[in-house]
């Protein structure tokens, strides 16, 4: 019998198309610490980590590496960059004092990571709650786009030109009062137009007095829904023809 994780990765391969012919030579491997919290590596060993979280109810992981940490705002649950070893470089998608988008384009070995300005509420930004980067993370000709705390009802055209072509959408469901809810998101999902999408910022187990929601109301009515384990090996060559949804479990 194989191992549980090894397992849950096969599934998902065979599921998402890849046969015996898969091709480690384009494989992107993503793994969920929960949140939004995610370590991206490449097939050239690049590591990637976007929103590492503080002490915020979810197991704290010990020994992350990473070249590059991307922290698309600045809230206690997605820029813990302390957290993260390996001499990683920390890119901030915004300041805060003045409050201000970064323009971030880098390479990180064979990924490049760019930023796309946002807003965390639907009110410009004049809520309190501020500014939020998007990140789009090219590797192996896969493009994975992480929202961060997105509060906005819907993406603008220029937003959307910004992100260009997205394989991979990471996306908050969770809703008031931090971010887009299920509504929302399956409208911003539509107007992306992603091969597979990803939730992330809900209620879990981990958190169950968290005034967010779980991710019931991003997922009803949809089709195409699978549960996987924490890490996940996707490929541009593999990529499901119809639209599917990978709910992560988290470590």
């Given at each position: 019998?194989?191992?549980?994780?090894?397992?849950?990765?096969?599934?998902?391969?065979?599921?998402?198309?890849?046969?015996?012919?898969?091709?480690?030579?384009?494989?992107?491997?993503?793994?969920?610490?929960?949140?939004?919290?995610?370590?991206?590596?490449?097939?050239?060993?690049?590591?990637?980590?976007?929103?590492?979280?503080?002490?915020?109810?979810?197991?704290?992981?010990?020994?992350?590496?990473?070249?590059a940490v991307f922290i698309t705002h600045e809230h206690g649950d997605h820029n813990n960059a302390a957290l993260i070893g390996g001499g990683a470089k920390v890119f901030r998608g915004i300041t805060t004092t003045p409050l201000a988008w970064n323009?971030?384009?880098?390479?990180?070995?064979?990924?490049?990571?760019?930023?796309?300005?946002?807003?965390?509420?639907?009110?410009?930004?004049?809520?309190?709650?501020?500014?939020?980067?998007?990140?789009?993370?090219?590797?192996?000709?896969?493009?994975?786009?992480?929202?961060?705390?997105?509060?906005?009802?819907?993406?603008?055209?220029?937003?959307?030109?910004?992100?260009?072509?997205?394989?991979?959408?990471?996306?908050?469901?969770?809703?008031?009062?931090?971010?887009?809810?299920?509504?929302?998101?399956?409208?911003?999902?539509?107007?992306?137009?992603?091969?597979?999408?990803?939730?992330?910022?809900?209620?879990?187990?981990?958190?169950?007095?968290?005034?967010?929601?779980?991710?019931?109301?991003?997922?009803?009515?949809?089709?195409?829904?699978?549960?996987?384990?924490?890490?996940?090996?996707?490929?541009?060559?593999?990529?499901?023809?119809?639209?599917?949804?990978?709910?992560?479990?988290?470590?």
């Amino acid at each position: 019998m194989l191992p549980r994780l090894s397992w849950l990765t096969v599934t998902v391969l065979l599921t998402l198309g890849a046969g015996a012919g898969f091709a480690a030579a384009d494989a992107v491997t993503l793994r969920y610490y929960g949140q939004s919290f995610f370590v991206i590596t490449t097939v050239g060993g690049a590591r990637i980590v976007l929103d590492p979280f503080g002490n915020i109810g979810f197991p704290l992981p010990s020994g992350v590496e990473a070249d590059a940490v991307f922290i698309t705002h600045e809230h206690g649950d997605h820029n813990n960059a302390a957290l993260i070893g390996g001499g990683a470089k920390v890119f901030r998608g915004i300041t805060t004092t003045p409050l201000a988008w970064n323009t971030i384009r880098e390479r990180v070995g064979d990924a490049l990571v760019y930023s796309v300005p946002s807003f965390h509420d639907n009110e410009g930004g004049t809520s309190g709650r501020g500014f939020n980067a998007l990140f789009v993370v090219e590797a192996s000709g896969l493009r994975i786009a992480h929202l961060g705390d997105l509060g906005q009802a819907a993406l603008t055209d220029t937003q959307l030109r910004a992100l260009g072509r997205i394989d991979v959408l990471l996306i908050p469901v969770g809703g008031a009062p931090f971010t887009i809810g299920g509504a929302e998101a399956t409208q911003i999902t539509e107007q992306i137009q992603p091969r597979l999408v990803i939730p992330m910022h809900y209620k879990t187990a981990a958190r169950p007095t968290w005034p967010g929601a779980d991710e019931q109301g991003y997922l009803a009515g949809k089709s195409g829904v699978q549960r996987i384990g924490t890490s996940v090996t996707l490929s541009a060559s593999t990529l499901p023809r119809e639209r599917q949804i990978l709910v992560m479990a988290y470590q």
